[in-house]
């Protein structure tokens, strides 16, 4: 009975009118084929396929009659023509190869690699048993020969794989055994076309990449080394030529178009030098060459090397002789910065568009698990032989084996790694290409989904899986490196194999850790018991050491962790935080494995760690005077009122350096922001001590007004961590109040507002600093603003305007705080600008402040300060020109440094290129300047010399590992050209 | 520790040496050697050998003085001076790097390396072949005593039984025995002025094998109780010794200032290469020709050039563009004919090259070929023709280079500031000197 196209479409077909008529059209097969055509990938496809070889065959009715009578041939046929078009074209053009499926060995045997071999070589005449095999079929039919035999081949393969639910490492092997073989009989074919010299040379194929490792993809560039050696007594020059030649022409026989199609390319490119280095080269020039040049990821490349054509005894002596360079390279200088730089590499490189749906590269892509498992064998391989398996996932056998990877772990790779290839295999069978990308469209994936045995909503399944199995991996990948360290520290008893401590410590000091006992000890300090804190620790410690090791210092990182542990551990929040909130727990660990002054913040004020989910952006200067004067008036007592609003000062710290060092917050606004901070505290801690003089004076109301001006860089708005807040104070008797009164009132203020900032406590001091004032430490520290404007009508230098470009009066009585700046103005902007005798007098103090202020020993090219193109080079160079121009120009009248210049640019005082020039030293030095405090937890004027504070300066400054010397230069650089502009502006 | 470092430690026993040297150089291209015995030499290749880096001209400012010495094992080679019946003595050169293992921007072996890695990114080898003057002279010098070479012969003059052949014989075959590969030998034009050319390599190693050559010229001529000297110019009356350099790209295989058909069968890489040093050819001059001494050979006539131009077979000009010979292509190169052998020849390669590479980058067009004789064209000629001069004495060479990004940029600001600070010096305690010319001219006269 004939089925109907409704039964047809539920069996699977799409199409169930047109699979009606072409089952009848298989005559009395029809009935006993429809099921196995069901079962395939593209029931549809299938029978197109099935009816189009019908019409090709000699014996029609003969092969219908196998398939109605044989199960398994007809299986065979029905699931490679659903799956493969490609394969399904290929037998309508070589309808004779059908037979090759009625193979009943195929479900059971895996073809020997050197029958494979034999039958290549004897379809191009060559003799499998020679010595040297050359190819006597004429060239063009060999070359034809070739082509169709290694699809012959292919097919039986296919069919073994999709009918036969081969295991996805055997598949892989066997392709690559075909592909070995090809490569043997493309080397006969290149030896008659080479002809007599030929002989002259052995020349050996050595397989690299995935047909090294013995686990090719369907359709895949094939990678190779050549090695040669000349023949017998034959001239070292006249076997360079023969090799060289047969080489070209062994890569021309594969991958030339001819009416038979293409094989595969042939890729020689990972050789020495790359595509630049010559083709082919001696055993040792090979040598030569690794031992001298080459880079880690060449040995990494080495690690898959496998000789599989020509003379295979030399393919074996040259990979006995890169074996020891292989497996010594982890020791090797700079490995783990190579390795990170590598995997980088990788990433940046896949383009936006197919990133989401690539199978290899990518986060969670093959690549991510073959990384890792070379990784873990180049490290550990040295001392371990049985962990040097060629193939991915034969190594990661050996490697969960010798308790290199946690069980559990391990086999989830396994058992992903074995699905995305799976999937890329049956992608790249379809049509016989090479991609990686998983198809968009909706009859792919379901062709895709059914061959992967999802009958039932393929799509939808293959969908789900395919995002399972690629978040595994993203999961896994990083982890498997770190598990097994908890697992060598755990004094659990357990069944599996457990890594040794020694390896332990190899791993951790392949991934960076200078001291892998101590990193050791913290590991089993924090995961040692049974709470819950603990076991909440072993599921977030493997993701931590992999931060701390991206970190310029990840033994103090991880140390630091311990530490913040410790004093949190049974916080409730805390570590459910970093569980729940990857980017926190992934900036903690880079603070702490970079930041000795964010360390010790977050040491004192633990509750900072929820501060790093939160938005880095600096409050505004109204929020946090509100919230300052808030705490204050809570308490009763003066100095617990400064206690709660040096808090809130240690809390925005906080922000604002964890905003720089994650790079959210730029250099400029870091000065702005820490300025706008000291302007809070004084703020809330003035109102304090005035109200504090007030009462202990038994006074009604205050007998002054006060304010507080900013003086150099806290004016500027550039302050740095580590800065004094540079400041004048000035007051003004109330009406009515005698002098004496005000003037005793004003000065205990002054003492009370920095004995409360300076009282000993657990936030950095805000020193403030009054050294600017008039008649310096000989003056009195406050003044009336009437007694400002009388010393400066009568004894004011140069340098006093001078300093007076960067007074803002900021803080205190708004009034007052206007008047004061309505007397500085004209004098530091005077209207004609300063005289001649002036500019000289700033350029002589200059000259002597070079000379003097530089602290004994220091190296004037790398202090920041004072140094050679250093911050005061600038800023001397910009407020000469404010002197001299900011009374005819306005936009002049700014204290801060990057505004003026900008403003003298907009004036023509200064050419755009010299502006930029000085720009760019301001912003490097203060950003160098930020990053030194930042690293080493207090400030300095010199760039470090210290080698490991001046690499972890490197990183902050977005140097890579590795690049310390190059950021000293560039330094040197940039303050060598500001010094340069220096020259001419200033000095003039 | 790789299958070269088991090499260098194997060779050690098998060939019984008691010393190891550990050659490096300082910034002004002095060889700098620390001695270490065999049993040191293992943690020497794994940590390297500390040294006080503030103590070698031009290395480290005082705080930062702990530097270290990495043998790089290729370099391992026998001194055969040292070693006669008994136990031997070997060297190897180093790289110097910081205490983190990063590189040193003050080591100049690798300013060269970091020059030729930069040239690699773009697919270009660099390889250059020196033809090495040097004087040789009867005793060591002694201050206030004219030196007096060793013979009176003239350019490729054959002597019999001559001192300077014997010589030459020797220090070839001790070159040989170094695995230093001689071109050619000659007697120069100079009396007791000799020649020896050094096979093609490529920069670093032909930089190594010239630090090698001139520690082996001297104690050869020690060895023969004769003295020999780099120094530029040694006589006002006779030549100078330069250190004619042949240089030439290679993109992998090929020679990239080849191309068949075109002029000279110069490439426009080769052009553009050779319009970067003429247009640098000022500022780099302080460093090819680093001595108040060396501007005293350039000034006009013989061998030494003294104005910016090139051409072909040209030997007036700085820039020679030799014969090309048919189905050498490979061959294709020129010959730079400033340089003098008493330069840091790390530092003077990489300049050249960075200087070169700069007229590829931008793509620099060659002026034309000079094709008189520079010297016989009268000032005026040369201003028409747009043939400008070299610097002419070490205080212009400086201020030139004082203002050299090119220089900066491929020394590291650490040397070019160090070694600009260190000329600025020579050349004020040689402006202060009285010279015998001032005497001999005036204390009669006045």
Redesign the interface.
């Known amino acids: 009975m004939s089925p109907t196209s409704g039964s047809l479409v539920r069996l699977g077909f799409l199409d169930g009118e047109a699979a009606r008529a072409g089952i009848a059209e298989l005559g009395e097969a029809g009935p006993a084929l429809t099921s196995k055509l069901a079962a395939s990938a593209d029931p549809d496809a299938a029978l197109a396929g099935l009816l189009r070889l019908a019409e090709a065959v000699d014996d029609r009715s003969a092969m219908l009659a196998v398939l109605a009578d044989d199960e398994g041939t007809a299986m065979r046929l029905c699931s490679v023509l659903g799956a493969s078009e490609a394969l399904s074209t290929h037998l309508a053009k070589h309808p004779a190869q059908w037979r090759e499926l009625t193979d009943p060995t195929l479900g059971t045997t895996r073809p020997a690699a050197f029958a494979v071999r034999a039958a290549l070589l004897e379809c191009v005449g060559a003799d499998p048993l020679a010595d040297q095999p050359v190819a006597t079929v004429p060239d063009v039919e060999a070359v034809d020969a070739l082509r169709v035999n290694y699809r012959r081949l292919l097919l039986r393969l296919a069919a073994r794989d999709l009918a036969h639910h081969l295991a996805l490492d055997d598949a892989a092997a066997e392709i690559a055994d075909l592909a070995a073989g090809t490569l043997e009989a493309a080397l006969a074919v290149a030896r008659a076309r080479v002809g007599e010299t030929a002989s002259t040379t052995r020349l050996a194929v050595v397989a690299m990449g995935k047909c090294g490792g013995h686990e090719l993809n369907y359709v895949s560039d094939v990678d190779v080394i050549y090695v040669f050696e000349p023949a017998d007594d034959a001239d070292e020059g006249v076997a360079l030529r023969a090799a060289t030649q047969l080489a070209a022409q062994l890569m021309q026989v594969c991958s030339d178009h001819t009416a038979e199609g293409t094989i595969w390319p042939v890729d020689a490119n990972l050789r020495p030098e790359g595509a630049s280095g010559p083709l082919v080269r001696t055993l040792a020039s090979h040598q030569g060459y690794y031992e001298k040049w080459a880079k880690t990821w060449e040995f990494q490349a080495l690690l898959k090397a496998r000789p599989v054509a020509g003379d295979l005894e030399l393919g074996q002596r040259y990979v006995e002789m890169i074996a020891p360079m292989v497996w010594s390279a982890a020791d090797r200088e700079g490995f783990v910065h190579d390795v990170q730089a590598m995997r980088r590499r990788v990433l940046d490189h896949i383009p936006a568009h197919e990133a989401e749906r690539q199978l290899k590269l990518g986060s969670g892509g093959l690549r991510d698990v073959e990384f890792a498992v070379q990784l873990l064998q180049l490290v550990h391989g040295r001392a371990d032989e049985s962990i040097r398996s060629t193939a991915t996932l034969s190594a990661l056998a050996e490697l969960i084996q010798g308790g290199y990877v946690g069980r559990d772990d391990g086999e989830a790779l396994h058992e992903a790694y074995a699905f995305l290839r799976t999937l890329e295999h049956r992608i790249q069978l379809h049509r016989l290409r090479r991609t990686h990308v998983l198809p968009e469209d909706d009859a792919s994936l379901r062709r895709l989904g059914r061959s992967l045995g999802f009958f039932s909503e393929p799509v939808a399944q293959l969908d789900k899986q395919w995002r399972y199995h690629r978040r595994e991996v993203r999961r896994l990948h990083e982890k498997i490196f770190y598990r097994p360290l908890l697992a060598a520290v755990a004094k659990l008893a357990g069944g599996d194999a457990r890594l040794s401590l020694d390896s332990a410590e190899a791993r951790l000091r392949a991934l960076g850790y200078d001291d892998p006992k101590g990193a050791l000890r913290h590991l089993e300090a924090l995961t040692s018991g049974v709470s819950r804190t603990t076991d909440i620790q072993r599921t977030l410690l493997p993701a931590m050491l992999s931060w701390f090791a991206d970190s310029p210092d990840p033994d103090a990182g991880l140390f630091g962790f311990r530490r913040l542990s410790e004093s949190l551990g049974s916080t409730p929040w805390y570590l459910k935080t970093l569980r729940d909130e990857g980017e926190v727990a992934q900036r903690l660990a880079f603070l702490l494995g970079t930041s000795r002054y964010a360390t010790d913040l977050l040491e004192r004020e633990p509750q900072g760690v929820r501060m790093l989910g939160e938005d880095l952006q600096p409050l505004s200067a109204e929020a946090l005077t509100a919230e300052m004067r808030a705490v204050a008036s809570r308490q009763v007592d003066p100095e617990d009122a400064v206690r709660a609003i040096r808090a809130v000062r240690r809390r925005e710290l906080l922000r604002i350096a964890c905003g720089e060092l994650v790079g959210e917050t730029d250099v400029a606004l870091v000065g702005h922001a820490l300025s706008r901070l000291t302007d809070a505290t004084l703020e809330a801690t003035l109102a304090v001590a005035m109200e504090s003089m007030r009462t202990g004076r038994g006074l009604a109301a205050q007998p002054a007004r006060m304010a507080v001006v900013a003086m150099g860089r806290y004016g500027g708005f550039e302050l740095s961590y580590g800065s004094d807040a540079d400041v004048m104070f000035v007051y003004e008797p109330v009406d009515g109040v005698e002098a004496q009164v005000a003037g005793g009132y004003a000065q205990a203020v002054v003492g009370e507002l920095r004995r409360l900032l300076s009282l000993p406590a657990t936030d950095p001091p805000l020193v403030v600093d009054a050294d600017l004032r008039p008649e310096g430490k000989q003056g009195p520290v406050v003044r009336t603003l009437a007694s400002y404007e009388a010393y400066y009508a009568k004894w004011s230098h140069v340098w006093e305007f001078q300093a007076l470009l960067r007074a803002d009066a900021v803080v205190g009585d708004e009034g007052l705080r206007e008047r004061f700046m309505a007397l500085v103005d004209p004098l530091r902007f005077p209207a004609a600008g300063i005289s001649e005798s002036d500019i000289v007098e700033v350029r002589r103090i200059k000259a002597r402040v070079d000379d003097e202020r530089l602290p004994r020993g220091a190296d004037p090219h790398t202090h920041l300060k004072l140094g050679r193109g250093g911050l005061a080079d600038v800023e001397w160079t910009v407020q000469l020109l404010q002197m001299r121009h900011a009374g005819a120009v306005p936009a002049l009248r700014t204290t801060q440094t990057l505004a003026a210049l900008e403003a003298a640019v907009d004036a023509e005082l200064i050419p755009r290129p010299d502006a930029d020039v000085l720009a760019a030293a301001w912003r490097l030095v203060s950003r160098t300047r930020n990053a030194v405090t930042l690293v080493r937890g207090k400030p300095s004027d010199q760039v470090p010399r210290d080698a490991a504070e001046r690499a972890a300066v490197a990183r902050v400054l977005g140097y890579a590992a590795g690049d310390s010397d190059r950021m000293v230069n560039d330094y040197l650089r940039t303050t060598r050209r500001a010094h340069g502009v220096v020259e001419k502006v200033f000095w003039g | 520790?790789?299958?070269?470092e088991d090499f260098v430690l194997r060779a050690l026993e098998e060939r019984d040496v008691r010393f190891v040297r550990l050659w490096f150089t300082d910034v002004l291209g002095f060889l700098k050697s620390v001695s270490v015995a065999p049993a040191e030499l293992e943690g020497a290749f794994e940590e390297g050998i500390g040294f006080d880096g503030s103590a070698i001209e031009g290395f480290a400012?005082?705080?930062?003085s702990d530097m270290l010495a990495k043998p790089d094992?290729?370099t391992f080679q026998i001194l055969p001076w040292r070693s006669g019946e008994g136990p031997s003595t070997a060297r190897m050169f180093c790289d110097i790097t910081?205490?983190?293992?990063?590189?040193?921007?003050a080591d100049p072996r690798h300013v060269l390396k970091r020059t030729l890695s930069e040239a690699a990114d773009k697919?270009f080898t660099f390889y250059t072949h020196p033809e090495i003057e040097f004087y040789l002279f009867k005793d060591s010098p002694s201050a206030g005593n004219d030196p007096v070479p060793v013979d009176r012969s003239g350019y490729f003059d054959h002597t019999a039984q001559s001192r300077g052949s014997d010589f030459r014989r020797e220090a070839i075959s001790m070159l040989e025995a170094m695995g230093i590969s001689v071109e050619f030998s000659h007697h120069e034009g100079g009396p007791g002025q000799q020649e020896i050319d050094l096979r093609y390599a490529d920069a670093l190693s032909t930089a190594d094998n010239i630090m090698t050559f001139r520690t082996v010229v001297r104690e050869v001529a020690l060895g023969q109780g004769i003295w020999a000297s780099f120094m530029p110019k040694p006589f006002t009356t006779h030549p100078g010794s330069g250190m004619h350099t042949h240089v030439s790209l290679f993109?992998?295989?090929r020679n990239a200032f080849y191309e068949a058909g075109s002029e000279y069968q110069l490439s426009k890489t080769g052009r553009q290469f050779i319009a970067g040093i003429l247009h640098h050819a000022s500022e780099i001059s302080c460093v090819t020709n680093q001595w108040v001494n060396s501007y005293k050979r350039l000034i006009g006539g013989g061998e030494a050039p003294s104005y910016i131009c090139w051409g072909h077979n040209n030997r007036s000009a700085m820039i020679r563009v030799p014969m090309y010979k048919p189905n050498k292509g490979q061959s294709t190169r020129i010959e730079l004919r400033t340089i003098d052998a008493a330069c840091n020849p790390y530092l003077a390669f990489a300049v050249i090259l960075a200087a070169g590479m700069k007229g590829i980058e931008q793509g620099l067009e060659l002026p034309r070929e000079a094709e008189d004789d520079v010297w016989s064209l009268t000032e005026r000629e040369r201003k028409a023709l747009g043939i400008q001069p070299l610097p002419k004495s070490l205080y212009d060479a400086i201020g030139i280079a004082e203002d050299s990004e090119l220089l900066?940029?491929t020394l590291?600001?650490?040397v070019y500031?160090y070694f600009l600070r260190n000329k600025r010096a020579e050349w004020e305690e040689y402006r202060g000197q009285v010279s015998a010319f001032e005497r001999d001219r005036m204390l009669p006269v006045i």
């Open positions: 520790m790789g299958k070269q400012r005082v705080y930062e094992p290729t910081m205490p983190d293992g990063s590189p040193s921007y697919g993109e992998g295989d900066a940029e590291g600001e650490h500031d």
